[in-house]
């Protein structure tokens, strides 16, 4: 904004800037002539930006959309919607409440659609399903007095709480799956609380995989540093040979390098066995190394460690040797010469090469959960959960959108740090 | 050992040998002594040697076999940052996160030398280059020709005795090189250090150097000074690589001190000066610089030997002429001649009598 202003013509420039030929300003001048030829880019870039568009951008609309939106309780229950709209929230449930329950849980059982609806409110409240399907069988023998009816079939229909939830879920827009998220709900008067202790899950899990994803980046950069630098300066003869052994792990399926590491580091496992053979461990000492962090942490830094060196290779790979020999002349001593000169050349591949290998860990999936165990599990390890087993969809939008929210972070701040254009991946 | 250091030099190869794979001599035998602020040039052509040379000097390749000494002290096994040589690179290698100015402060820092103090020196250094107003700019906003002199203002900045410089005008137009040549020769004259100087380019190692040690092969064929190296070659090779050189090859006849009578391929016989031979029967290259030779019966020297040439072309180059002609069965005999008075165009098939005089032949190793 502040630049659009100072090129307006009646602002008052609070310096001289340069003008082209024909008088205008020349900082416009060459914005326009860069945008042609980033227009000109986009153009290439046209038949990928459809497929993305489709196959990507689509799909991941509709799932933030589903994190945001679930109509089971909305679309079945009109009654009670209608009650709900026309009175304030956190009001007690009156006659007309209950007799708007009874007219829906008659629609329910019509339907068959109580199943669904009590899905819906067990997402925030567990237990109630059973409520909705128990009283929706019945629900053609309910007479008025309705509230003494309904609760005369299940004492569980005077629960405040379930009233909120209710209350909550008769709109099909709700941020609560966001609140269920990061460990919030509402309560029954209405206000944003934590979940009680037992059940605040996400927040840590989600500062575990963040950490997990950092450590294992560091690993990658500390192991994945001087292969790179080795695979750059050797013959090319030798590096080629070591590239292969770089790359072998790619050629290999996930299943099989996993599979190898539970066979290593298994309790009965090759690592241990020789240890114990070695006397250097007592037989009932056995290291656990497998089923937890640990080896959440080995197996991960394996798998993802050739996605550190690539772009690390393909930045060091054209610094000519005579960088460092300059330094050197110049009077460094070979750490100095590191540090000051070959160092600050490798940054964008060491920015290129966390960047990448933290966004794979931090969704990663299938390796935490086979040699994870409880402690290493990661966050998409539970948003699987919620798609497979306890089917909560919009749960795990939310838990999705939340880990992309928090990608597009990264990459943004990366941006700002050392500019996307620096990004050299190989 | 000791006995071979000469007594002033400060810069020496004394028998140093280099081999990368074990199998074959890069550097062969190579012994040379500078004495403190020569400017000498080493001139080869490519994969002779010369960037192996430069980089044992600097420390960054190790001697096989053999020692180098600075100053008179053996610097084999002291690291490249404690020699103190500076050293101007090919692609300059500046260094690009860093601008001009730090550029120049980084050898300055790691010797600890204060800021006003550095300050004062990289303001002194990029002024002697005229680059003055660029401190600020980084390595990718300078031109080619901005960059060489950064890379050269950087290699002095800290007062360095030796500069070592590996092709440093390699990749400038034509135009820029030769005027850097000149600013190369004056910083080298005014600030009195020692350069050891590589190149291709002939013509570049004559203007500027005050030695010149022609390579090849791994071996140096002649260390001379430019004049001494261009009109008394050593051998076939360093008459062939410095400037332009008719060969007529033959059979010496005849050797007696000074003088050498030599049989060329047509049956003639020619006076040569044997330079680089064997005794009679030897085969032989006679050598002769085009400019030497003369057509125009008042310009041949007394005592010249004469021979009969056809012309085959004829080239007008401004100030000289260049004609190519037969001469004792070969077919590139040059003759180059000042474009002065009295010359005149030659016409393709015309006989004429040519000759010079027998120093200016000098029968060499037959290659
Ligand atoms: N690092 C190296 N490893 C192996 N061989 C090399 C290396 N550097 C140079 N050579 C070989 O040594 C020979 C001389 O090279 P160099 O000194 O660079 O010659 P010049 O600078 O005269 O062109 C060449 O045949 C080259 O292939
Ligand atoms: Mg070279």
Known sequence: MADLASDAPFATPARESLKTADGKPLKAALARAQARSRRRALFLVLPLLVFILVTFVFPIGQMLFRSVHNDAFSRNMPNLVAWFEATEPGTEPDEAAYAALAADLKLLRENRTAGEVGTRVNYELSGSRSLFTSTARRANALEPPFREAILAENEGWADPRLWQVMRDASSAYTANFYLAAVDLMHTETGEIARVPPDRQIYVNLFLRTFALSALITVLTLILGYPIAHLLATLPLRYSNILMILVLLPFWTSLLVRTTAWIVLLQQQGVINSTLVATGLIADDQRLAMIYNQTGTIIAMTHILLPFMVLPLYSVMRPIPPSYVRAARSLGASSWKAFRSVYFPMTVPGIAAGGLLVFILAVGYYITPALVGGASGQLISNLIAYHMTDSLNWSLAAALASILLAAVLLLYWLYDRLIGIDNLKLG | ?367
Not at chain 2, 103 to 112: D, I, K, M, S, Y
Not at chain 2, 324 to 345: E, H
Not at chain 2, 348 to 366: N, V
């Open chain 2, 1 to 367: 050992m000791a006995a071979a250091q000469q007594v002033g030099a400060f810069v020496e190869f004394d028998r140093v040998q280099k081999s990368y794979d074990g199998e074959t001599l890069v550097v062969k035998d190579l012994n040379l002594a500078m004495p403190k602020g020569e400017f000498l040039t080493m001139l080869g052509p490519s994969g002779s040697g010369k960037t192996t040379c430069l980089m044992m000097l600097a420390g960054f390749e190790t001697a096989t076999h053999g020692e180098i000494r600075l100053a008179g002290r053996p610097i084999n096994q002291v690291p490249p940052h404690k020699r103190g040589i500076g050293m101007v690179f090919q692609n300059y290698a500046l260094f690009p996160h860093m601008t001009v100015n730090e550029n120049l402060a980084f050898p300055l820092e790691v010797r600890g030398i204060g800021k006003a103090e550095r300050e004062a020196k990289i303001a002194r250094a990029l002024d002697m280059v005229k680059m003055g107003k660029f401190g600020n700019r980084r390595p990718a906003q300078l031109s080619g020709g901005q960059q060489q002199r950064v890379a050269l203002a950087r290699a002095l900045v800290f007062d360095p005795e030796l500069v070592l410089m590996d092709e440093p005008l390699g990749a400038l137009d034509k135009q820029l090189r030769e005027h850097m040549q000149f600013e190369i020769k004056h910083l080298h004259e005014n600030l009195g250090i020692t350069v050891v100087y590589v190149t291709h380019d002939q013509s570049e190692a004559l203007t500027m150097s005050d030695r010149v040690a022609v390579f090849n092969d791994g071996v140096i064929q002649q260390l001379a000074p430019p004049d001494e190296l261009y009109e008394r070659p050593a051998n076939s090779f360093v008459a062939q690589f410095i400037g332009e050189n008719n060969k007529l090859p033959g059979v010496i006849e005849d050797v007696d001190g000074g003088r050498a009578t030599v049989r060329l391929a047509t049956g003639e016989l020619i006076d040569a000066t044997p330079v680089n031979v064997g005794g009679r029967g030897s085969r032989t290259l006679v050598s002769i610089r085009p400019e030497r030779v003369e057509y125009l019966p008042e310009r041949i020297p007394p005592g010249a030997h004469t021979i009969e040439a056809e012309v085959l072309e004829f080239i007008y180059m401004g100030e000289s002429f260049r004609t190519r002609m037969r001469v004792a069965g070969s077919d590139d005999f040059i003759m180059k001649n000042r474009n002065a008075v009295g010359q005149r165009r030659l016409q393709p098939g015309e006989r004429i009598t040519i000759g010079w005089s027998p120093q200016d032949a000098r029968a060499l190793d037959p290659l």
